[in-house]
């Protein structure tokens, strides 16, 4: 294992992180446009990242652990919105991982979701949710919705249905606390 590069990829995400929460705590986000301080950072990180990749491919739980894996995946899949293109690369680099049981198979799930919404897509695993018009959650568009769950499980999600009573739970509890706090 590369313990320095393992390392690496856990500080970019906590810095990330740490940013994230200072902002909040400012009152900077949310926000309607992308703010500069954060673009800045996801487009650093992301710049860094496929320096890493050109050297090792995809940084898997072999080369970096799995912590640090993980990291990587998040600095690609939530924070790279201004590099679609490097997204997609990554997706392909993932399902070679996950193929290898080099990465989680979730992660892939997340990407390729992604990255086909911000295209205009549909969906392949329903990961990628909207609000409909009252508010609560509903997924994007998924190519061959009969079949969604079984692709789920093949990378170890739970059902569509099981997912989104999560989010539906989620979002019932926060309009109970924001009531309770009016």
């Known amino acids: 294992m590369n313990q320095s ?15 994230l929460q200072r902002l909040f705590d400012s009152g900077e986000l949310p926000s309607d446009s992308y703010h500069p301080r954060l673009k800045a950072l ?24 799995e912590e640090a894996s993980k990291a990587a995946w ?25 193929a290898k049981d080099d990465a989680e198979g979730w992660q892939l799930a997340f990407l390729q979701d992604r990255v086909r919404t911000l295209a205009g897509e549909p969906q392949y695993y329903g ?13 994007f568009p998924i190519k061959d919705p009969a079949s969604v769950n079984e692709r789920r499980a093949q990378l170890g999600l739970d059902s569509l249905e099981e997912r989104l009573g999560q989010m539906t739970e989620q979002e019932r509890k926060r309009r109970a606390n924001s009531q309770h706090a009016s």
């Open 42 to 65: 996801h487009q650093r990180n992301a710049s860094r990242l496929k320096e890493i990749i050109r050297a090792h491919c995809w940084p898997g739980i072999s080369l970096v652990g």
């Open 5 to 19: 590069l393992a390392d690496e990829l856990v500080m970019m995400l906590l810095e990330d992180q740490r940013l």
């Open 74 to 98: 998040l600095v690609v899949a939530q924070h790279s919105v201004s590099g679609a293109g490097f997204m997609a690369e990554c997706v392909h680099l993932l399902e070679e991982a996950v």
């Open 127 to 139: 990961t990628q949710f909207d609000v409909d018009e009252n508010g609560w959650p509903t997924p």
